[in-house]
């Protein structure tokens, strides 16, 4: 469910393997959980079990799930097997177990993917990316994008003042984690949490970059 938890695929795929089963991403990652159901459903599958499992920092509620396989069955044409969603996240590998105890099969009446409220681009003043290529993920870039973000939310601030994204590779790789923010055009390097924190109060709220992370353009 986490952008982080694509960092552990293997770790996912052993897991699923015990249980017979597949893995499946929310978010950037493949499958996406759309095309493992229609691959699932081309393969003849009547009944399909998901448990949603987030082993990484701020992932989207459990409800999600339930919406985006609900969209896929909508969509579905031909064949539409039964498709199950446990109704509680596992945060660890073994709380899988648990959660395919307790399952609850989508009705099709689910809430879409629009609302209202995702019309319009936020007023958002800066936007602040957060490199997941896999060099800064290898250097802790999800331990950076939560201290980031747990820091913004201790401040107050919302996708209205600050948007973060998380993007692929940035480019200057040896300087990982790289973190920049647009349209201030200033890039950091070395982005551990405490620094994370530093850009936060510094640059996002007093409007003084960290000049000891930034990089030179």
């Given at each position: 469910?986490?952008?982080?938890?694509?960092?552990?695929?293997?770790?996912?795929?052993?897991?699923?393997?015990?249980?017979?089963?597949?893995?499946?991403?929310?978010?950037?990652?493949?499958?996406?959980?759309?095309?493992?159901?229609?691959?699932?459903?081309?393969?003849?599958?009547?009944?399909?079990?998901?448990?949603?499992?987030?082993?990484?920092?701020?992932?989207?509620?459990?409800?999600?799930?339930?919406?985006?396989?609900?969209?896929?069955?909508?969509?579905?044409?031909?064949?539409?097997?039964?498709?199950?969603?446990?109704?509680?996240?596992?945060?660890?590998?073994?709380?899988?177990?648990?959660?395919?105890?307790?399952?609850?099969?989508?009705?099709g009446a689910e809430p879409g993917l629009t609302s209202t409220a995702w019309e319009d681009v936020t007023r958002?003043?800066?936007?602040?990316?957060?490199?997941?290529?896999?060099?800064?993920?290898?250097?802790?870039?999800?331990?950076?994008?939560?201290?980031?973000?747990?820091?913004?939310?201790?401040?107050?601030?919302?996708?209205?003042?600050?948007?973060?994204?998380?993007?692929?590779?940035?480019?200057?790789?040896?300087?990982?984690?790289?973190?920049?923010?647009q349209p201030d055009d200033v890039w950091y390097g070395g982005v551990d949490p405490h620094a994370a924190r530093?850009?936060?109060?510094?640059?996002?709220?007093?409007?003084t970059p960290v000049e000891s992370r930034r990089l030179p353009r």
């Open positions: 469910m986490s952008v982080s938890d694509v960092d552990r695929r293997d770790e996912l795929l052993a897991a699923a393997a015990r249980h017979h089963a597949g893995v499946a991403f929310l978010q950037m990652g493949d499958p996406s959980i759309s095309r493992e159901l229609t691959r699932l459903a081309d393969a003849g599958a009547t009944t399909i079990s998901l448990a949603g499992i987030s082993l990484g920092p701020l992932a989207p509620g459990q409800s999600w799930l339930r919406r985006i396989a609900s969209h896929w069955w909508r969509e579905r044409a031909g064949h539409r097997p039964v498709i199950e969603v446990a109704t509680r996240l596992a945060s660890t590998i073994e709380e899988i177990e648990v959660a395919l105890f307790d399952l609850k099969p989508i009705s958002h003043r800066r936007q602040v990316l957060i490199c997941r290529g896999p060099r800064c993920t290898a250097r802790g870039s999800d331990e950076t994008a939560r201290a980031l973000i747990l820091g913004l939310m201790e401040a107050g601030l919302g996708d209205h003042d600050v948007l973060v994204t998380h993007t692929g590779c940035q480019f200057p790789c040896n300087q990982a984690p790289v973190v920049s923010v530093r850009i936060v109060s510094d640059h996002l709220l007093a409007d």
